[in-house]
């Protein structure tokens, strides 16, 4: 079965999602989309389930046909100060705000949600596979973080972030703990397994 184009088809709907949530490293970074349904875009998919060549081919059609797109991520730093749940809702509020349609109602990947001003919003677990909306916020929202983390590798090669995209593979955790962490860790999370402490 194929994915739904909206909830509501008489409102203007943008869906959101977020990637990088258990990473040790990086942003969380956010992405809300408007579609255009007089402009399908086909191939629409939870961006798990899809190649990396794939994604980044869908996130340039999803840049070039929606009505609107917008990205938002909140850094390690603000990770630390709010915690991840609500970094990965304060992402979503920036990407909306950057929006140059506004929405009428929101579609949230997963169960919990910050209200975004008056906007009446609905959450829908595992609503990437469900909507396409916030199938191609998914898509967004991993291809920009992807990009970014490959970017900050070439100044930290060490943590293989062009590979591991700073979740927590055996080879970051090692290069945590024979390097240390950099500014781009969040310390709020542990790095390391309790068995293993940094210097």
């Known amino acids: ?12 709907e ?24 007089s402009n399908p875009i086909k191939g629409l998919d939870d961006s798990k389930k899809l190649s990396e060549k794939k994604r ?12 609107a797109w917008a990205v938002g991520f909140m850094t390690p730093k603000e990770i630390d100060e709010v915690n991840i749940l609500k970094a990965s809702f304060y992402s979503m509020h920036r990407a909306l705000e950057q929006l140059k349609v506004s929405p009428e109602h929101i ?3 997963g169960n919990r949600f910050i209200a975004y ?14 909507y396409k909306s916030i199938a191609a ?5 991993k291809t920009h ?24 593979s055996p080879s970051h955790r090692a290069a945590i703990q024979e390097h240390g962490p950099c500014e781009h860790h969040r310390m709020s999370f542990q790095l390391l397994p309790s068995q293993l402490e940094l210097f």
């Not at 980044?56 to 009505?67: N, T, V």
């Not at 916020?137 to 929202?141: G, K, R, T, V």
């Not at 970014?148 to 591991?164: G, Q």
């Open 137 to 141: 916020a998914s898509i967004l929202a």
């Open 145 to 168: 973080r992807d990009e970014m983390m490959k970017r900050f590798h070439e100044d930290f090669p060490h943590y293989s972030w062009d590979s591991n995209k700073g979740y927590p």
């Open 14 to 37: 943008a869906g959101c999602d977020e990637a990088g949530r258990g990473c040790l490293a990086g942003p969380v970074v956010a992405a809300a989309v408007i579609l255009d349904p």
């Open 56 to 67: 980044d081919i869908l996130r340039l059609e999803i840049e070039g046909k929606a009505l």
């Open 107 to 109: 579609l949230v990947d």
């Open 117 to 130: 001003h008056e906007v009446p919003h609905t959450t829908v677990i595992k609503g990437d596979g469900k």
């Open 1 to 12: 079965m194929g994915l739904k184009n909206y909830m509501h088809k008489e409102l203007i």
